[in-house]
């Protein structure tokens, strides 16, 4: 059975960094896209960062500049650096991939409480 286990959330000061990581564990033959998600209490999830296994990534614009996400695909392993924290990055934070197995499944990790104090 395939799994995404986070790790790396916590409790930090603005200005400050975390860097969260993702492993994904069980029979896995590939993995295309893995990103990164964040929710809020009544709001929808949103999209933080995504890389492909080519290394293309994308950003939304409030984390551009501050966020890096990369991963080691021999590893499965996708990780999310981020720099210059302020205190409305506070959220849950998910990890996502589309995970290759038989066919492609998308996968969602338990999700990692980040909270940044001002």
């Known amino acids: 059975q395939v799994q995404l286990v986070e790790s790396g959330g916590g409790l930090v000061q603005a200005g400050g960094s975390l860097r969260l990581s993702c492993a994904a564990s069980?029979?896995?033959?590939?993995?295309?896209?893995m990103g990164w998600y964040r929710q809020t209490p009544g709001k929808q999830r949103e999209l933080v960062a995504t890389?492909?296994?080519?290394?293309?990534?994308t950003y939304t614009d409030s984390v551009k500049g501050r966020f890096t996400i990369s991963r080691i695909n021999a590893k499965n392993t996708v990780y999310l650096q981020m720099n210059s924290l302020k205190p409305e990055d506070t959220a849950v934070y998910y990890c996502n991939a589309d995970i290759r197995v038989f066919g492609t499944t998308n996968y969602w990790g338990q999700g990692t409480q980040v909270t940044v104090s001002s």
């Open positions: 890389i492909t296994s080519g290394g293309s990534t």
């Open positions: 069980g029979i896995i033959f590939s993995i295309t896209t």
